[in-house]
């Protein structure tokens, strides 16, 4: 074990063929570890799914590098992930612990008017919601659209009249 610390411990200077190997056995053990963790984290965009990439990623690229000791980095990241997964089982239980955690959606425009409030909270502009609109449903008039709400992740749903 003193052998691989001494190899894949902390270095200043890093042949470029010893930083292709740290970063091919660090692609193979990132891997299944998300594998092993399940893909949900980083799929859905939300805040703590972001949190997760920051933090997943920056820790591993510390290990690739030779800035921290490579078992140093496994053992971070199999933290952060145990945590994640902690956070999301505790998250089902308790729909306020969910809340708290997640958010809530929040309604911008429903029967015709804008939400002034909600806009501000979400810190949108009737522009912005144009903007999606065309991008999401290729229309530029929110004559068909009964709601608009920003979901708990960030992104805009646009609810059609009957």
């Known amino acids: 074990m003193e052998f691989i610390n001494d190899w894949w411990g902390i270095k200043e200077n890093i042949s470029p ?9 660090m692609f193979i053990v990132c891997l299944l570890m998300l594998r092993l963790a399940g893909m949900r984290p980083f799929g859905k965009g939300s805040t703590l799914d972001t949190i997760l990439t920051f933090l997943v990623g920056g820790i591993l690229s510390r290990g690739v590098v030779g800035a921290t000791p490579f078992f140093s980095c496994i053992a971070g990241t199999i ?9 999301a089982m505790v998250s089902m239980k308790s729909a306020r612990f969910e809340h708290l955690v ?6 911008l ?4 008017k804008f939400e002034s409030a909600n806009l ?3 810190e949108l502009t009737e522009a912005d919601i144009y903007e999606d609109l065309r991008v999401e449903c290729q229309v530029d008039s929110l004559e068909s659209i009964e709601a608009v709400i920003i979901e708990k992740r960030g992104k805009l749903s646009f609810i059609k009249k009957e």
């Open 120 to 122: 501000r909270s979400a």
């Open 17 to 25: 063929l010893e930083l292709s190997a740290r970063a091919a056995v």
């Open 109 to 112: 425009y429903k029967n015709g």
């Open 79 to 87: 933290v952060i992930l145990f945590l994640n997964k902690a956070l």
């Open 102 to 107: 997640k958010g809530e959606p929040m309604t």
